[in-house]
């Protein structure tokens, strides 16, 4: 398995606890970068002013520390583009009852 898929499947064990739906499924995972130095993941919150916003990047970034310990991984939070229902995969819109 590619570092992007390890990645990938330790973030479904992150959710918003507001919306009981891991990050990915809601499609708040932009991008995944391997870089010669470090592992970086690029994501966003459903909002910007989000209060959850601390718990929900520490348990991505004690996610990601479980699944690589010997490297380094940097968490980027964004917020362009910004965040919309249409990013999420069909298990959450399914999940959230938007289907």
């Known amino acids: ?21 891991n990050v990915v499924d809601l499609g708040l995972v932009y991008d995944i970068r391997e870089e010669p130095d470090r ?7 459903t909002t910007p002013g989000c209060p959850l916003h601390d718990a929900i990047v520490g348990a991505a970034r004690r996610a990601l520390w ?11 939070l964004v917020w362009e583009p910004r965040w919309t ?15």
């Open 66 to 76: 479980q699944a690589l310990p010997d490297r380094p991984v940097d968490v980027e």
């Open 1 to 21: 398995m590619d570092i992007a898929a390890t990645i990938r499947e330790r973030l479904r064990t992150v959710y918003d606890p507001e919306l009981g739906v």
């Open 39 to 45: 592992v970086r993941v690029i994501m966003t919150l």
């Open 85 to 99: 229902p249409d990013r999420m995969s069909d298990a959450a819109k399914e999940q959230l009852g938007l289907w």
